[in-house]
């Protein structure tokens, strides 16, 4: 069983490697299509289902600054597929080089008490946790569908340039302090529905 | 987990590289032109990495058992110190550029050529500036003054205007008062003096009445006797 370990490899020169992680590979894809289009520096976007990852690739592939997981609030398998690829991946990446990206929190299906578990889920591991939507539940304005891969991109950016050394004077372990998503106690009383 | 499992699920672990559109700004190996600021930054980078390996390597060495509530109060302190340290680096580095600059500015006037006598002519012309910036400066501290100062007179107006509108108001409503006063005794005295003088009448008039009624005198009949009689039952018969 092969772990994604962080420092294991050389980092690559001008350039950020960043892992997604998504189930249902559908906000990946535009994401990536997002990512690649930063100029400053060289993007490497990396797609995967789940953790781990095939064997055959292990050579070819470069280091990964950033490990993001997108979680689909619709469906359970795509909170179990994450918990269950978490297991793959060395603790190092958990200081700062991990983050959780939540999509389709406004829709109705989403229960919230899954909501609360992936709070706690990202809590407990010292890891941001971002909110963004995909294309599927905005229906009212179709000016709003390109902002919100757009949005998740800036984001994302902002993380993968310091997990990847490229912002002087900042590491993926201080930013972590600074974005750590946290859970506010009484996140275990029932909710008002 | 064992590699059956790996074979079995790999129809589901497909990973995939996504094509990068954009230009590729640098090359990893081999950049012959690359201007010096980005090799400035990919030399900040590497440093930051090589930081972020040698921090994984100490924490790997020193491991000491804590609580974890108690690790994050350290955390919180560490944080701290660190964000007080950066700030004094920060401001640090903010004043090596401006020493930086106003050297080179320097060198630069003492070279003596056209580039260093419009450099001239231009900080003569700030100084003049400058100059003109004080001078407003003190007349506008001047007027600020003055204003303060009619302010202030003001304000002192204001509160004689006040203590003069108040003994206003306290001399006309005593004004009536003292005389009430006085009257008010005067009228009571007098009040008294018409009670007692009252009640003495109206004894005497019982007195007249009753020797009147005692001597069985006929007052009908006799005018005179009949006015005082008459005038006795003017009064109220009181006890």
């Known amino acids: 069983m092969s772990l994604l370990k962080p420092f294991s490899k050389l980092p690559g020169l001008n350039s950020a490697n960043i892992l997604l992680v998504e189930s249902k590979e559908e906000f990946q894809q535009s994401l990536a299509d997002a990512l690649v289009q930063e100029t400053a520096f060289t993007v490497n976007v990396r797609l995967a289902k789940s953790l781990p990852l095939p064997m055959e690739n292990e050579e070819s592939r470069p280091r990964i600054d950033l490990v993001a997981f997108i979680i689909d609030l619709t469906s359970e398998l795509s909170f179990q597929s994450t918990e269950a690829s978490l297991k793959c991946l060395d603790p190092g990446y958990f200081l700062g080089k991990v983050c959780f990206m939540v999509t389709n929190a406004r829709n109705a299906a989403a229960p919230i008490e899954r909501l609360d578990a992936v709070r706690k889920l990202a809590a407990s591991l010292h890891c941001p946790l971002l909110f963004t939507e995909d294309q599927r539940c905005v229906m009212f304005s179709p000016l709003q569908t390109p902002d919100g891969v757009t949005n998740a991109t800036e984001r994302l950016l902002t993380i993968l340039k310091v997990a990847a050394g490229l912002v002087p004077m900042a590491t993926a372990l201080y930013l972590s302090n600074l974005t750590r998503s946290t859970v506010s106690p009484d996140i275990d009383q029932p909710s008002f529905d | ?129 400058c100059s003109r910036i004080k001078q407003l400066q003190q007349e506008s501290r001047v007027f600020q003054d003055e204003i303060t100062e009619i302010q202030k007179r003001r304000l002192e107006m204001k509160r004689l205007t006040h203590e003069k509108m108040k003994e206003m108001d306290e001399l006309t409503s005593k004004a009536g008062h003292p005389d009430t006063e006085k009257y008010k005794a005067v009228l009571e005295r007098g009040q008294a003096n018409l009670e007692k003088y009252k009640k003495m009448t109206v004894m005497t008039q019982n007195v007249l009445r009753g020797i009147l009624l005692a001597c069985k005198v006929n007052w009908l009949d006799d005018p005179k006797l009949r006015d005082i009689a008459m005038t006795l039952e003017e009064f109220s018969i009181s006890d």
């Open chain 2, 1 to 129: 987990m064992d590699p059956s499992d790996n074979v079995g699920n790999l129809h589901h672990m497909v990973e995939a590289v996504a094509p990068s559109y954009g230009p590729a700004p640098d090359s990893s190996t081999g950049q012959k032109d690359a201007p010096p600021a980005d090799m400035l930054r990919i030399k900040q980078q590497m440093s930051n990495q090589c930081f972020e390996m040698a921090v994984q390597l100490q924490a790997g060495k020193s491991k000491r058992s804590c609580s974890t509530s108690e690790a994050g109060r350290e955390l919180s302190e560490y944080v701290n110190e660190l964000d007080r340290v950066k700030t004094i680096h920060f401001n640090s580095t903010l004043t090596l550029h401006r020493m930086q600059m106003w050297h080179a500015i320097g060198e630069k006037l003492k070279r003596n050529d056209s580039e260093a006598l419009a450099l001239k002519a231009e900080s003569n012309r700030c100084m003049d500036l």
